[in-house]
């Protein structure tokens, strides 16, 4: 039962306005110094270090110290996983009142295309990715997590993914993300990080500096709906 303590210091870490800012500009595990998140969540530098100061006390952030400045990140898979599983809780859920104009229309269409979310791809291409990987029996819902089935691990295999390494740690293999742009789930945990790499590594993607948008290369584009399955565009 002392454990359940721990929800209210988290909840009151998670409450306010600008720590949340913070917490989800770093969310595609960049590392960042104090300043450009003091901007991100418009706060003096000095209210961002008090704000930074309990983030990292409490656990959900690292920070480490280069010359004058200190630079902060998530502090892990768990703690992504927290603020993830939270913001696709809020985007799933019906408001009781008239919802606001969509987001998505102030968004580049970059990003709603194909960004990161932490360690694993978001946006309408990780949708269909996820989509498709249902449908053609990859993997089957068990109700808590999603499993490989024979198929689907002789797939990934073929690709250089190792089904069974997920199952070695605490974190999920595969869980759904519901995206915030598309309200639909997209694929996290241990596999959805394995194929960010899988991306990156054979040039599918291109990552760009600082930012969560990733470009698909000609390449990818054609390779992940080869290879994955994803329905060609009409």
């Known amino acids: 039962m ?4 721990n929800i209210p210091r988290i909840a009151n870490l998670l409450a306010d306005p600008a720590r949340a800012t913070m917490l989800w500009t770093l969310i595609d595990g960049t590392t960042r110094p104090a300043g450009e998140l003091a901007f991100a969540a418009n706060v003096s530098p000095q209210s961002a270090s008090a704000h930074l100061a ?9 920070s480490e110290a280069q010359g004058r400045h200190r630079y902060f990140r998530i502090a892990g898979t768990e703690a992504a996983s927290l603020i993830e599983s939270l913001a696709s809780f809020g985007a799933s859920i019906r408001p009781r ?3 606001h104009p969509p987001i998505v229309r102030a968004m580049p269409s970059q990003f709603l295309h194909a960004r990161t979310c932490y360690d694993h791809l978001a946006g309408e291409m990780a949708v269909q990715v996820m989509e498709a990987m249902l449908k053609q029996r990859w993997l089957v819902d068990d109700g808590q ?3 490989a089935t024979r198929l689907g691990k002789e797939k990934l295999a073929a690709l250089g993914i190792d089904v069974t390494e997920g199952h070695k740690g605490r974190r999920a293999f595969a869980r759904s993300c519901v995206d ?3 309200r639909r789930p997209h694929l996290a945990g241990v596999l959805g ?4 790499d899988l991306y990156v590594r054979e040039g599918w993607i291109l990552r760009t500096p600082r930012s969560r948008i990733v470009s698909i290369t000609p390449k990818g584009d054609v390779a992940i709906r080869k290879v994955l399955g994803v329905p060609s565009r009409t």
């Open 2 to 5: 002392d454990d359940a303590l």
């Open 54 to 62: 309990k983030l990292v006390e409490g656990g959900l952030l690292l």
């Open 97 to 99: 009142k008239p919802p």
């Open 145 to 147: 997590e999603f499993k």
């Open 180 to 182: 915030l742009t598309q």
């Open 193 to 196: 990080a394995a194929l960010l």
